[in-house]
């Protein structure tokens, strides 16, 4: 029958016949040399013996050899390519995508990532940045939270995502990570707006005696403030 030989004569029984070996098949009956059983083609395969016909290799895999008995996945970083009478190949993930296990597709990285040298994770941009781009291939689209803000927080995916120092605080620092980079204004010093990097003198005639003032009170006619 198909998938089986016979190279003997006077055969008593089908049991009589050779099995094709796995990876290899045989459409016609008849069969009477080892020669009969061929391999199964590139991205087809056959798992077992005595078949008829090789199976195709699911849509995510390959085999990229004649007479294989499984078929392979492509590697995290990398994804299928090929179809039809066109063999599969595994092609490394375009800039800025990633695939994170074998045989997953390749998919842009979200804003507030990147993807990293390998192309097989996305990485968050740290502590102090942020970035607002799809697909990132690089650390260089995170960007430095400004003077007079700060986040604590990694992947953030917008400028909006930077906390402001609060009102009577002011920071200079560039891609501050702790809110402790915001400092309190000192006494005679004040700061009514949050965000903000630095600190406005009280006028004339007004004063404050605590670090960290959001105003100024006035100071009575004939005394002043230490």
Known sequence: SAGTYSSATGVEAESGCNECPPGTFSADAGNTAPDDCL????DTFNADSKQSRCTACSRSTYADETGKTVCK??????????????????NICPIGQVSISPGANCSFCDAGKYANAENTTCTLCPKGKWSDVTGAHDASTCTNCSAG????????????????????????ALAASASNTCKNCREGRFQAQEGNTTCNACPAGYGNLEGGSTSCTAVARGTYMN
């Open 39 to 42: 391999d199964c083609t590139r």
């Open 73 to 90: 996945s492509c590697n995290a970083g990398k994804q299928i390519s090929g179809a039809g009478i066109i063999p599969r190949v595994c």
């Open 149 to 172: 803000t700060y986040s604590s927080a990694t992947g953030v995916e917008a400028e909006s995502g930077c906390n402001p120092c609060s009102p009577g605080r002011f920071s200079k």
